[in-house]
């Protein structure tokens, strides 16, 4: 007999059970099981719909799926027909305690006595009642540790099958996992793991800490991995357990950046992560994708935790030294909270919504909702009910209740209209309407409802083009551009080298990769067509390029920016075979000229100075020799 069966019976008998007894099968009063439910409320809304996943696993199976408080007391149960049946004579039902002190050795009670998964099958059951019986059970804990209810699958002993552990355990971890996602507000929390595969799962490292950065609390595989216990962790911080400033993890969460964070834990162990941040009134959201739901605000203002997040995605926080850049954010400081609507110019991937974020985060609307559109990507047909909403029943196919719409939710905050000059030109008027008027009707409705909202508005047409042509209105041209904005694009910016180092920094906050100057050098000659979302994505793919490498060179550089650089590069030469022409030089020189300064170019890497120059890297040691 295992051990921990052996430890329970002698607990059982010391409890004055005796193994031929007729338990004690009286349940708590109906109205004591509400009472129960009610009080173990956040544990059952998080367990009903993994115990009927579960169900489904073991359906048919002779079994059911058993939920207990912290004493053993059954608070939900699912099962098959047959088997509930014989379950009933040993009472296995709602409202009975299945505690050691009450029926001897059993899953659940030895599971809560030892805060460990326990098996207990057949015979190994302290009362001969219950012999008939396989059981598995799985305690749940909270965040800090304490064991809060108990998940088991019981079923006649004939129907054991060895993966039903195993099951109920990742059954219970679910449910743990989901608990600590409800538990902590106003944190910023990290999901990590040693393999990026493993985040999302199961298996993930689940690690929250307040805004200031002081560790709350840790899931039970974030403490596993962590290598400490929950109290030992109380006197750490983010920076004393990944060795970089929290504000790294909100810079991260920040830029929406798809790819993970690399991170060094305080036992030298690497892991990759990912940022939640979630705020007081129940809103969240992951960074990584353009699917995140906006942060919307927090039902009481004033809250110095929500708003001590929010500042860290303010405009200092954009200020990286271009002149032309912190001449944009000295004339935007002034307007804030002014009620002057923000037009922001630029081409795209300048980091218009970006900009646009930070206005509201550091404006005395902070605390309400930041809401955005992109007129350019929601269809025609579509856009007016986006923006305006719409009563119950307004168009075939709309939801039954209708929708308030993207305005109204921006009611309190700042409605960030992204490509306003790709909004249909019937719109317009409407939209002029509720600026003027400050009242958005519905569609289909009737009753006109008040809203106030702070409007930023980005585009990347000109608009007055646009006027011209006839596709824009003049009247809401004017309504809008209270402060024109332009952001610069990223080739004629001076700060560069300092937004390289941020983003690798954010790529990888232990700082620890450089970048080789001739790959700085072509960086520097770039036209980046693409500014922010070309270059971010380029040096995500660079870090993973690298690897253990802390030098990122040409050799890590995707081979379409070689491409770009070397067409470019080809050009300049070509530029300077004229003088070459006129200096005399013949076909031979100017292809060694070409070559070299190419070669130059790619930091004598050969076979990136093949690729752009489309040739091979065996023409290339062919016609430089001296290379070999
Ligand atoms: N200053 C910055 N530092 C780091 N990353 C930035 C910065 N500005 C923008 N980015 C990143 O570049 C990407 C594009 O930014 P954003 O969406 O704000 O640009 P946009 O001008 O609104 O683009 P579009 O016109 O295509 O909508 C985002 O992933 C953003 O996080």
Redo the contacts with the bound molecule.
């Keep these: 007999m295992p051990a921990i069966i052996e430890t329970s019976h002698q607990r059982s008998a010391s409890y004055g059970l005796c193994p031929g007894a007729r338990p004690d099968f009286s349940p708590v009063e109906r109205s004591d099981l509400s009472v129960l439910i009610e009080k173990n409320l956040l544990l059952h809304t998080h367990a009903v719909p993994a115990m009927e996943t579960l169900y489904q696993q073991i359906i048919n199976t002779h079994n059911m799926v058993i939920l207990t408080d912290a004493h053993g007391v059954i608070v939900h149960s699912l099962g098959d027909d047959d088997f509930l049946e014989k379950a009933n004579r040993v009472a296995l039902r709602p409202g009975v305690t299945w505690s050691e002190q009450s029926k001897g050795t059993n899953a659940i009670g030895t599971a809560i006595a030892e805060k460990v998964p326990a098996l207990v099958h057949a015979d190994q059951h302290y009362l001969a009642a219950n012999h008939f019986l396989t059981c598995s059970a799985a305690p749940i804990t909270d965040h800090m540790g304490n064991v809060i209810g108990v998940l088991d699958v019981s079923g006649d002993q004939r129907s054991f099958h060895k993966h039903t552990m195993g099951l109920v355990r990742m059954s219970a971890l679910m449910i743990e996992n989901q608990l600590f996602s409800a538990t902590f507000e106003n944190a910023i929390t990290l999901h990590f793991h040693a393999r990026p595969e493993f985040i999302g799962t199961l298996m993930e490292g689940i690690a929250s800490f307040t805004p200031g950065g002081r560790f709350l609390s840790a899931n039970r595989n974030g403490l596993f991995q962590l290598g400490l216990t929950f109290a030992s962790l109380q006197s750490h911080t983010f920076s004393s357990l990944f060795g970089i400033p929290v504000s790294s993890l909100f810079d991260h969460y920040?830029?929406?950046?798809p790819g993970l964070l690399n991170l060094c834990m305080h036992s030298g162990v690497r892991v990759y992560g990912r940022a939640q941040l979630r705020l007081s009134n129940g809103a969240h959201a992951l960074n990584g994708g353009d699917d995140a739901p906006p942060i919307s605000a927090p039902a009481a203002s004033g809250n110095a935790a929500f708003l001590a997040a929010r500042r860290l995605s303010g405009l200092r926080y954009?200020n990286?030294g271009d002149p032309q850049l912190e001449r944009v954010i000295e004339k935007v400081n002034k307007v804030l909270g002014r009620d002057i609507p923000i037009m922001?110019m630029?081409?795209?991937?300048?980091?218009?919504?970006?900009?646009?974020?930070a206005i509201h985060n550091d404006s005395p609307r902070a605390a309400g909702p930041f809401v955005a559109v992109?007129c350019a990507s929601i269809p025609e047909t579509l856009i007016e009910s986006e923006l305006f909403g719409y009563e119950d029943g307004a168009f075939t196919g709309a939801r039954k209740k209708g929708a308030s719409g993207r305005i109204l939710q921006a009611n309190g905050g700042t409605l960030f209209l992204?490509?306003i000059g790709d909004m249909p030109f019937g719109l317009q008027a409407r939209l002029l309407r509720v600026l003027q008027e400050r009242m958005v009707t519905p569609l289909g409705g009737s009753k006109s409802i008040t809203v106030n909202v702070e409007l930023i508005c980005?585009t990347?047409h000109n608009l007055r083009d646009r006027i011209a042509r006839g596709l824009f209105r003049e009247d809401l041209y004017y309504r809008l551009n209270g402060l024109v904005v332009k952001?610069p694009p990223l080739r004629d910016r001076t700060d560069l080298e300092v937004?390289v180092k941020?983003?690798l920094c954010?790529e990888s906050p232990r700082g620890q990769y450089t970048m080789a100057p001739e790959v700085m050098r072509l960086f520097q000659q770039h036209k980046w067509p693409g500014?922010?979302?070309q270059?971010?994505n380029l040096l995500r793919t660079a870090v993973i390029m690298a690897g253990d490498e802390h030098e990122i060179g040409l050799r890590h550089m995707p081979d379409d920016f070689l491409d770009d650089v070397g067409a470019a590069e080809a050009q300049q030469s070509v530029v300077s075979t004229d003088k070459l022409i006129a200096a005399g030089a013949n076909l031979e020189e100017m292809e060694h000229t070409v070559i070299l300064k190419s070669l130059e170019a790619h930091g004598g890497n050969v076979s990136a100075t093949a690729r752009a120059l489309g040739v091979s890297r065996n023409t290339i040691y062919r016609k430089l020799p001296n290379l070999k």
């Design positions: 920040r830029t929406a950046a954009l990286t922001i630029g081409e795209t991937g300048t980091g218009k919504e970006l900009l646009a974020q992109n992204d490509e980005a990347n952001l937004i941020k983003i954010t500014n922010f979302r270059l971010t």
